[in-house]
């Protein structure tokens, strides 16, 4: 089998996504956080912030100069429209930056495109040759979420809501990861295993996981 290149990463809230793609960094992937770029984004001066003040107004940029993550997460939860005028304003900026992030991979390096919405969105499909999908039950993610700062069982709740349901996901996987009940050293097994049959032998330090 010719050795994959280009892999999109996906899970909803609390599937432990995250903790997969460090797993594939550790076994030698580049890494494209969509999810860091769209927050850079907006951050103070970052690229989205001007035309986010100019459809949505002053008042969703916060003191600092970035964006009212707060006030916002509560407008596009209460206005299907808003959250599609803030996706037009997002997506592109980071598709840009997605590219040239990619573009930074060492020569031969597989590329993990790590994708929160890649079920929601139909072009980043065609970017990738195959989809990891980390998947466990909403209750399980529903408790990982509350347990962050800040979070509370019911706030969690409405995010999965919001997100595309699991089948939507495991319909465009080419591979699941189900992680409900796995211990990091099982979770990474299962990683490893995936990146030999996707890439070939991962890093001789993939299976050190005491530091993620």
């Known amino acids: 089998m010719t050795a994959v290149r ?3 990463l996906t899970g909803g809230i609390g599937s432990g996504k995250s903790t997969v793609a460090r797993l594939l960094v550790r076994c030698g992937a580049h890494l494209v ?3 860091a770029i769209a927050r850079a984004l907006t951050l103070p001066g ?3 912030i001007a035309p986010i003040a100019a459809a949505f107004g002053a008042e969703s940029i916060a003191a600092d100069g970035a964006l009212d993550r707060a006030r916002m997460r ?3 939860f209460a206005d299907p429209a ?3 005028r803030l996706e037009g304003i997002l997506h592109p900026l980071i598709g840009e930056q997605a ?3 990619a573009a930074a991979a060492a020569a031969g390096q597989p590329v993990v495109f790590d994708v929160p919405l890649l079920a929601e969105s139909s072009h980043w499909r065609d970017r990738v040759e195959r989809v990891l999908v980390v998947d466990c039950s909403e209750a399980t993610q529903a408790a990982r979420v509350a347990e962050r700062p800040g979070w509370t069982l019911a706030a ?3 995010v999965i809501a919001q997100q595309a349901p699991r089948a939507a996901r495991r319909a465009i996987a ?3 990861i189900h992680n409900d009940g796995l211990s990091l050293d099982e979770l990474a097994a299962a990683v490893g295993q995936l990146y030999r049959w996707w890439v070939g032998e991962p890093a001789a330090d993939a299976s050190r996981t005491h530091a993620l």
């Open 46 to 48: 970052g690229a989205g």
């Open 33 to 35: 956080d969509t999810d």
């Open 82 to 84: 808003a959250k599609v």
């Open 174 to 176: 080419d591979a699941v």
């Open 6 to 8: 280009r892999i999109g």
């Open 74 to 76: 509560a407008l596009v």
């Open 99 to 101: 590219r040239a992030h």
């Open 156 to 158: 969690a709740e409405r």
